[in-house]
């Protein structure tokens, strides 16, 4: 990566489970100015549709274990988001490399990338090493607890 600042903004959404972070993310896509997308990995889409995402939002529905980062940049590359979403980073394969995956997806030129991730009861991050693996330093809204 160059010298200059990444143009690319990382929000990591934590919160405790069934504390409302899906819903914080449907919102934002909803809200989003430009085309977004959603890599969901906990719900299927006919619930998200139910529980009031757009039509217009991008899903990649699949199975944790069968999400690759191609899938996600494929995808990309066919709807030209500005916004994708990641629900949620404990689903997401160790093999997935995500600093990598960022880099990616900014040259296809995502502007925000959001991810949700579990806190645990002492509400510290379940994922904070996957976290510590982005670029940059993704801003960590811990508003749901």
Not at 10 to 34: C, D, M, Q
Not at 81 to 91: G, R, Y
Not at 95 to 116: H, K, P, Y
Request: positive net charge.
């Amino acid at each position: 990566m160059t010298d200059k600042q990444s143009m690319m903004a990382t929000v990591i959404i934590t919160g405790r489970p069934g504390s409302g972070k899906t819903a914080h993310v449907i919102e934002k896509l909803n809200e989003s100015e430009g085309k977004a997308l959603l890599v969901s990995l906990e719900n299927p889409t006919k619930i998200l549709m139910r529980r009031g995402l757009k039509s217009s939002v991008a899903i990649l529905d699949v199975e944790p274990n069968r999400l690759k980062a191609e899938d996600i940049l494929a995808l990309c590359r066919q709807h030209k988001p500005i916004l994708v979403a990641v629900d949620n980073l404990e689903l997401v394969p160790q093999t997935i490399d995500l600093a990598s995956l960022q880099r990616e997806l900014e040259c296809l030129g995502v502007r925000n990338v959001l991810i949700t991730a579990h806190l645990r009861r002492d509400m510290q991050p379940a994922s904070q090493a996957r976290m510590d693996s982005l670029e940059g330093k993704p801003r960590v809204v811990q508003m749901f607890q």
